[in-house]
Each structure stands twice: as structure tokens, then as C-alpha cells.
Antibody, heavy 118, light 112 residues
């Protein structure tokens, strides 16, 4: 069974750094792109970026380029999303997703809630 | 605003048929890229509902169907049930500078 299991909720202060994770199982982790999707409170879905764990090829949405870093450690089947300096506007639910054969997102993680508040 | 345009809300009585539209442009849906639909039940992660314009993943009831024409796509739900009340999002790929994968703004379905 394909599963994407994300790390737990985080509460941080503005200016702090953060790295959240997404562990894949039940499939060949290095053969599928893993993406990240943001959902701000009460809002819709926004695609942030995507990585191919096989060779770490990474693409970012222009809206998130330079704001976050996506990485992966294929030895432990885990993808990451990180911030170097959080802002209050980064408060949101973040989902990791697996890109399917039709360039859809066929599996989703359970989400990681990030709250940034002073 | 979102690259793909959806109505903010639709509603229908149990047993009725509702449709949700998704309008794009020549750089996404109109360029031939597939449209996918996701269902997000309250308080849960989104789930793939329709992929490749009209295909249902295993386990999705055939009450849900998708279609695509020109620069638009539609999701139809027949035999509406109370448990269908959720947010629905369309998604496609965009070849312009607006990014690669793009979503619609989402449609809240209310079952009356």
C-alpha cells in the first residue's frame, strides 16, 4: 500500500528555521516525483514545487522560488520542505504528494500544520 | 486569483445531479494537458477523484465523472449524497510562466 507519512505539527516564531518531512513507502521512492502543496487557512491549494528523488532534480513554482527549499534523502525514502526564516504568512497546512503517471497527484500525505506566531 | 477558474459554490438536493466547471486557457487545458479533480472532505487531506480528464481511481463511485472540451473541463456528480459535501478542486499543467502544476480555486459543494 502506497503511503506518504508526514512529520507532526509545528509551532514556530517568525525568523526561525524549519524542516518538515514526508516519508514514502509501498512503492519505489526513487521512481516518482514528490511535490509539496500549500493550503493557507480557509483557502485553496497551491503547488509549491517538486523533486525527483532519483537524481534530486527539483522544480519550483515561481511563487515559491527562493522562499523554500525542497530536498530528498533517497536512502531513507524521505522528502523535505524547509524554510530558513519563517514569516507569519507561512502559517498553513502543507501536503506532500506523489506525481502519478498522468501528471496528477495520486497520493497525498496527511498534512503538516505549520503555525508561525510571535 | 487562480489560473484555473471554478465557481466558488454549487448546491443540490440528495439524488440530484450537479456539475462543477473548470475554465483554463491556451497554456493549460487548451494546450491539451490533462485535467484532474480532487475531493477534500472537511478536515481531511485532498483525495484524487478523477485523473486524465475522465478516469476514476479504484474505489471512486461511478456517480463521479469528468469531461474536457477546449479550454474547459467539468466534474459531474449524479445521485447526490450527503457525504459528497466537500470542496472540489481541478488541476492541470501550465506551460506559461505562472508555474507548472496549477489548481482551480476550489468549489464548495453543499448538499441541501
Amino acid at each position: 500500500e502506497v503511503q506518504l507519512v508526514q512529520s507532526g505539527a509545528e509551532v514556530k516564531k517568525p525568523g526561525e528555521s524549519l524542516k518538515i518531512s514526508c516519508k514514502g513507502s509501498g512503492y519505489s521512492f526513487t521512481s516518482y516525483w514528490i511535490g509539496w502543496v500549500r493550503q493557507m487557512p480557509g483557502k485553496g491549494l497551491e503547488w509549491m514545487g517538486i523533486i525527483y528523488p532519483g537524481d534530486s532534480d527539483t522544480r519550483y513554482s515561481p511563487s515559491f522560488q527562493g522562499q523554500v527549499t525542497i530536498s530528498a534523502d533517497k536512502s531513507i525514502s524521505t522528502a523535505y520542505l524547509q524554510w530558513s526564516s519563517l514569516k507569519a504568512s507561512d502559517t498553513a497546512m502543507y501536503y506532500c504528494v506523489r506525481r502519478g503517471s498522468y501528471w496528477d497527484f495520486d497520493y497525498w500525505g496527511q498534512g503538516t500544520l505549520v503555525t508561525v506566531s510571535s | 486569483q487562480s489560473v484555473l477558474t471554478q465557481p466558488p459554490s454549487v448546491s443540490g438536493a440528495p439524488g440530484q445531479r450537479v456539475t462543477i466547471s473548470c475554465t483554463g486557457s491556451s497554456s493549460n487545458i487548451g494546450a491539451g494537458y490533462d485535467v484532474h479533480w480532487y475531493q477534500q472532505l472537511p478536515g481531511t487531506a485532498p483525495k484524487l477523484l478523477i485523473y486524465g480528464n475522465s478516469n476514476r481511481p479504484s474505489g471512486v463511485p461511478d456517480r463521479f465523472s469528468g469531461s474536457k472540451s477546449g479550454t474547459s473541463a467539468s466534474l459531474a456528480i449524479t445521485g447526490l449524497q450527503a457525504e459528497d459535501e466537500a470542496d472540489y478542486y481541478c488541476q492541470s499543467y501550465d506551460s506559461s510562466l505562472s508555474g507548472f502544476w496549477v489548481f482551480g480555486g476550489g468549489t464548495k459543494l453543499t448538499v441541501l
